[in-house]
């Protein structure tokens, strides 16, 4: 039972262009998520997150848009660059309102590759 | 550089040794976790300490047994494991008691068993 899908394994985009990339999720009890990058042999990197309350939350060139209602959230990356090539991850968890005992469940990931 | 400091990078043991995997975050963080992560697989929860404490075991085998010694430190002892437990183990934390929090990763250990 996978509840949080990135349906796209890979996404591949020109340099200067707009990388979108997108996350679905079944589970109604989350109430905040995360995008991570991964590089080959590092660990998930955090990049962005957006609590169910809103709907957009911007961080320099990432940009995270929130759907509630279709359950969908994406990560937009304007303009891209080729060091933006990377396995980038959705991330969801239900039910933290400060405390610690969160659990993070991780999409499968999509792998990025802006090209020059 | 990430801020969660994981040892080693790499570690090949055999099925009837014990070894442990190491994790240290000096971000002030009072909870840390750690992650098994499988080739082409997302990161899968296996443990929460809170405050030194055990919170959540995600029905984890006993051949893994986690340890908090301080604020700081993260270990994971491993004993008799199988080959199927060969992954990368990833170490995070995060703050606690300020609303959302991300949590923050180190590089892993990647664990292979023979």
């Known amino acids: 039972d996978q509840q949080v899908k990135q349906n796209s394994p890979s996404l591949s985009v020109q340099e200067g262009r707009i990388s979108i990339l997108n996350c679905d999720y079944t589970n109604s009890m989350f109430d905040y998520f995360l995008w991570y990058k991964k590089y080959p042999a590092e660990g998930p990197t955090f990049l962005i997150s957006?609590?169910?309350?809103?709907d957009k939350n911007e961080d320099g060139r990432f940009t995270v848009f929130l759907n509630k209602s279709a359950k969908h959230l994406s990560l937009h990356i304007v303009p891209s660059q080729p060091g933006d090539s990377a396995v980038y991850f959705c991330?969801?968890?239900?039910?933290?309102?400060?405390?610690?005992?969160?659990?993070?469940?991780f999409g499968k990931g999509t792998l990025l590759t802006v090209n020059p | 550089d990430t801020e969660v400091t994981q040892t080693p990078k790499h570690l090949v043991m055999g099925m009837t040794n014990k070894k442990s995997l190491k994790c240290e975050q000096h971000?002030?963080?009072?909870?840390m976790y750690w992650y098994k992560q499988k080739a082409k697989k997302p990161p899968e929860l296996m443990f929460v300490?809170?405050?030194?404490?055990?919170?959540i075991n995600e029905s984890v085998p006993s051949r893994f047994s986690p340890e908090c010694p301080n604020s700081s430190l993260l270990n994971l002892h491993l004993h008799a494991l199988q080959p199927e437990d060969s992954a990368l183990y990833l170490c995070?934390?995060?703050?606690?008691?300020?609303?959302?929090?991300?949590?923050?990763f180190g590089d892993g250990t990647r664990l292979s068993i023979l």
């Open positions: 300490y809170s405050y030194e404490k055990l919170s």
């Open positions: 957006i609590s169910s309350i809103k």
């Open positions: 971000m002030g963080h009072r909870a």
């Open positions: 995070a934390s995060s703050q606690v008691g300020l609303g959302n929090q991300p949590q923050h």
């Open positions: 991330a969801a968890s239900a039910g933290n309102s400060g405390g610690s005992n969160y659990k993070l469940t």
